[in-house]
């Protein structure tokens, strides 16, 4: 591990500090540090918050550093799933390359974590997986990458896809992914038993797309707490997306956050512009773990997602109408902290005793840098400096 002296830099805008990290880990703050022999960084002033946490997102779709992708698909989610296998052979898309890419890109951009959801299905088996898997290795030090086996096409509208998910648990994947059990499926009881039978086999948590709107989301988020609570997966299930939770109908909306809560149920939030979304400050006003992410980024599906949380923060900001400056650093860290807790990381933050990661950006205040957006200044994970000025250190390859 990393010992490193960053000088002047202040704490989530407080006023400027050293900070002193030994064996990859915070050991002091204070001004004026004398520490012989100890690489030193000047900050100049910055604010450092705790890594940027991308919660939500998929390595393996991106075509960054590719031709430009010129996307005639509209926007019928089944018409995108199909459209995307297909694209995947025809574009010759290197899952190891690119989802390489896509994390370092994160990485330059103040990034220390990510969750990414990866594609598993009966056309490319877990060809995928071993990209992403490779990547994950090859950053290790560099970015923490999380890994949900994610069954883009189906389920139950495609048999083998379950034997093929039991294989990803098994070949490194962390969490069990599941999607619209309605909606895609048609099959909700045999789509969540299914996923949630994976998980309990291999004792790993699980993380959902849920782009089913109002009553038809509400209902399969019932079965799936139905099912956290009967199998004593309470804190262990995650549901991204999660529109029906930003359908106007706030009493009803209310039931389900507090039932959520009972079962520590987290929230990840790309707080997508073109949909009604869970609105940030009702589901952290009940006490739930809240993330966000960036989604996919430049590839079949969306042409404008940048991997970059700072601008995340600022998107997740504007749809919630959330002005206030105490609103902005509120989101800021559901881009840091709150992603952690999502994934269950310990000690991330900025007090003695945590893991040296952490992003320096620019700004006056924490509201002004989401506001202004980056580039990050610097990035360091485990104490060491990962990325400067917006770029990665590590050559994309
Ligand atoms: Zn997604």
Redesign the pocket.
């Known amino acids: 591990m990393t010992d490193l002296l960053i000088r002047n830099l202040r704490p989530l805008g407080a006023s400027a500090t050293d900070m002193l990290i030994r064996d990859g880990r915070i050991a002091e703050l204070a001004s004026g540090i004398n520490a012989s022999g100890v690489p030193v960084e000047e900050a100049g002033g910055a604010i450092a918050i705790p890594g940027l946490v991308e919660a939500?997102t998929?390595l393996d779709k991106t075509v960054m550093g590719m031709e430009w992708y010129e996307n005639a698909v509209g926007t019928d989610l089944r018409a995108m799933i199909d459209n995307e296998r297909r694209a995947r052979r025809q574009l010759g898309l290197d899952p190891a390359r690119q989802s390489m890419r896509h994390a370092l890109a994160l990485v330059g951009n103040g990034t220390t974590h990510i969750r990414s959801?990866v594609d598993v299905d009966i056309v490319n088996g877990l060809s995928v997986l071993e990209g992403v898997l490779d990547t994950r290795e090859a950053l290790r030090g560099i970015v923490e990458i999380e890994i949900v086996a994610f069954p883009q096409s189906g389920l139950m509208i495609r048999p083998g896809t379950l034997e093929l998910l039991d294989q990803a648990m098994v070949a490194g994947a962390d969490l069990v992914g599941g999607l619209d059990p309605c909606g895609i499926d048609r099959d909700p009881k045999g789509h969540l038993d299914a996923i949630f039978g994976l998980a309990d086999k291999h004792g790993r948590g699980i993380d959902i797309?849920l782009h089913e709107p109002g009553e038809m989301g509400a209902f399969s988020l019932e079965l799936i707490l139905e099912r956290t609570a009967v199998l004593g997966m309470k804190g262990q299930v995650a549901i991204?997306h999660a529109f029906c939770l930003g359908m106007p109908d706030w009493t009803r909306v209310e039931g389900l956050l507090s039932e959520l809560a009972e079962q520590d149920v987290a929230i990840l939030t790309t707080g997508a512009p073109s949909r009604e979304v869970p609105a940030v400050k009702r589901v952290l006003g009940v006490g739930l773990r809240m993330g966000a992410g960036c989604?996919?980024v430049l590839d079949t599906w969306n042409p404008w997602n940048r991997p970059d949380m700072l601008d995340r923060a600022r998107i997740v900001a504007q749809k919630n109408n959330m002005r206030a400056d105490a609103d902005l650093a509120l989101v800021l860290a559901v881009c840091s902290t709150g992603g952690a807790a999502v994934m269950g990381v310990a000690g991330h933050g900025l007090e003695p005793g945590c893991n040296a990661d952490l992003a320096l950006i620019p700004g006056r205040t924490l509201a002004e840098a989401v506001a202004t957006g980056g580039p990050v200044l610097m990035t360091v994970k485990g104490g060491r400096v990962t990325g400067r000025d917006g770029k990665p250190l590590r050559e994309v390859s």
């Open positions: 939500h998929h959801h797309h991204s989604d996919g």
